[in-house]
T-cell receptor, first 113, second 114 residues
Framework: GNSVTQMEGPVTLSEEAFLTINCTYT??????LFWYVQYPGEGLQLLLK?????DKGSNKGFEATYRKETTSFHLEKGSVQVSDSAVYFC????????????FGSGTKLNVKP | SQTIHQWPATLVQPVGSPLSLECTVE??????LYWYRQAAGRGLQLLFY??????ISSEVPQNLSASRPQDRQFILSSKKLLLSDSGFYLC?????????????FGEGSRLTVL
């Protein structure tokens, strides 16, 4: 079946540190991959996405590359800020007729000044 | 542009009372609609999804139900709430028929059952 596994948190970093949040997936065929971010008390917002192998999604300094050979979509940022503190969710869309989405369990990021 | 709204934002209900959460989408037609639940400190659990009026698919058997009386309206209900129903409920939509589309989420509704 389809599933997403991401590293457990919380991840605590100092401001300007390098961030990596690991995400691997299991899926048949060629899913689209997403990273969503959830700030405290809010709904989820799309951060970036990639729709085919070797695509790189990027937004707000965050990047993730769709690696089919390792079935991974790791999230990276070169220099985190306090405002990046949030919960990050990796997700895949298998592209069935009903556009069903599978989410990882979320990784909480705390950035300290 | 498209917008999604859900309400109420917060509610506190006693065990055994009914529930109704509403969600509406504007600026698009024939969207796929979803209800997710996020328990404290946990990930997202898909509860229901709908690809059209009156078409509801349930992912997890429980005492909740969903209805889609209009194209852009999605309602989550319960006749009798349980303590375990507490959580953060998120409505979402995606473009129907799109294989590379994304989910757009509402602001969420926080339910506390006492």
């Amino acid at each position: 079946g389809n599933s997403v596994t991401q590293m457990e948190g919380p991840v605590t970093l100092s401001e300007e540190a390098f961030l990596t949040i690991n995400c691997t997936y299991t899926a048949t065929g060629y899913p689209s991959l997403f990273w969503y971010v959830q700030y405290p008390g809010e709904g989820l917002q799309l951060l970036l996405k990639a729709t085919k192998a070797d695509d790189k999604g990027s937004n707000k300094g965050f990047e993730a590359t769709y690696r089919k050979e390792t079935t991974s979509f790791h999230l990276e940022k070169g220099s985190v800020q306090v405002s990046d503190s949030a919960v990050y969710f990796c997700a895949l869309n298998h592209g069935d007729n009903f556009n069903k989405f599978y989410f990882g369990s979320g990784t909480k990021l705390n950035v300290k000044p | 542009s498209q917008t999604i709204h859900q309400w109420p934002a917060t509610l506190v209900q006693p065990v055994g009372s009914p529930l109704s959460l509403e969600c509406t989408v504007e600026g698009t037609s024939n969207p796929n609609l979803y209800w997710y639940r996020q328990a404290a400190g946990r990930g997202l659990q898909l509860l229901f999804y709908s690809v059209g009026i009156g078409q509801i698919s349930s992912e997890v058997p429980q005492n909740l139900s969903a209805s889609r009386p209009q194209d852009r309206q999605f309602i989550l209900s319960s006749k009798k709430l349980l303590l375990s129903d507490s959580g953060f409920y998120l409505c979402a939509w995606s473009r129907g028929g799109s294989v590379t589309g994304e989910l757009f989420f509402g602001e969420g509704s926080r339910l506390t059952v006492l």
